[in-house]
T-cell receptor, first 114, second 114 residues
Framework: AQSVTQLDSHVSVSEGTPVLLRCNYS??????LFWYVQHPNKGLQLLLK??????LVKGINGFEAEFKKSETSFHLTKPSAHMSDAAEYFC????????????FGTGTRLKVLA | NAGVTQTPKFQVLKTGQSMTLQCAQD?????MSWYRQDPGMGLRLIHY???????DQGEVPNGYNVSRSTTEDFPLRLLSAAPSQTSVYFC?????????????FGSGTQLSVL
């Protein structure tokens, strides 16, 4: 069975400093992995996805994530945080073949300090 | 292009009342789903559908009913609301086929059950 663990429920960074949001996954096969962002009182928006084409994935707004199979990780990074990055971020693992049950992490709330 | 539209945005119910949350998409997506979002628990799948007339249960289906009579609409029914159903509800859709297609989310319905 698949699972996904977001290691930090809250992360605070200063504006202009790097962002690291951590995600570990468990899967019996090679999954697709996603990061979604949710700004306050909004729906979720796709930041980036990994589908086995390349281990380093670039997304919108300067975010990127690296798939590391040996560490079963898919951490999200950004070199320099902006105030507009303050939001909740969800790591998601795709379902097994034949099902449609996407598994969401519990979320990481990113706070950006001026 | 409207995408995924949810109504209402806010709703307050009394225990035991029934109501229907509406979800419509105009992208001709075969797959539609309902999630609930609770603090610290991420998004949990309630029900999903892979086409008209086809529905299946997710992780937390108890207390909710769904039907899919058209490709566009996927309503979620609360038969007898309980305080435990106080949550934010999201509808999401995607094309069928591969599991690496992104989900499109509505803007959510905030439900309070008193």
């Amino acid at each position: 069975a698949q699972s996904v663990t977001q290691l930090d429920s809250h992360v605070s960074v200063s504006e202009g400093t790097p962002v690291l949001l951590r995600c570990n996954y468990s899967s019996s096969y090679s999954p697709s992995l996603f990061w979604y962002v949710q700004h306050p009182n909004k729906g979720l928006q796709l930041l980036l996805k990994y589908t086995s084409a390349a281990t380093l994935v670039k997304g919108i707004n300067g975010f990127e994530a690296e798939f590391k199979k040996s560490e079963t990780s898919f951490h999200l990074t950004k070199p320099s945080a902006h105030m507009s990055d303050a939001a909740e971020y969800f790591c998601v693992v795709s379902p097994t073949s034949g099902t449609y049950k996407y598994i969401f992490g519990t979320g990481t709330r990113l706070k950006v300090l001026a | 292009n409207a995408g995924v539209t949810q109504t209402p945005k806010f709703q307050v119910l009394k225990t035991g009342q029934s109501m229907t949350l509406q979800c419509a998409q105009d992208m001709n997506h075969e797959y539609m789903s309902w999630y609930r979002q609770d603090p610290g628990m991420g998004l949990r799948l309630i029900h999903y559908s892979v086409g008209a007339g086809i529905t299946d249960q997710g992780e937390v289906p108890n207390g909710y009913n769904v039907s899919r009579s058209t490709t566009e609409d996927f309503p979620l029914r609360l038969l007898s609301a309980a305080p435990s159903q106080t949550s934010v509800y999201f509808c999401a859709s995607k094309r069928a086929g591969t599991t690496n297609e992104k989900l499109f989310f509505g803007s959510g319905t905030q439900l309070s059950v008193l």
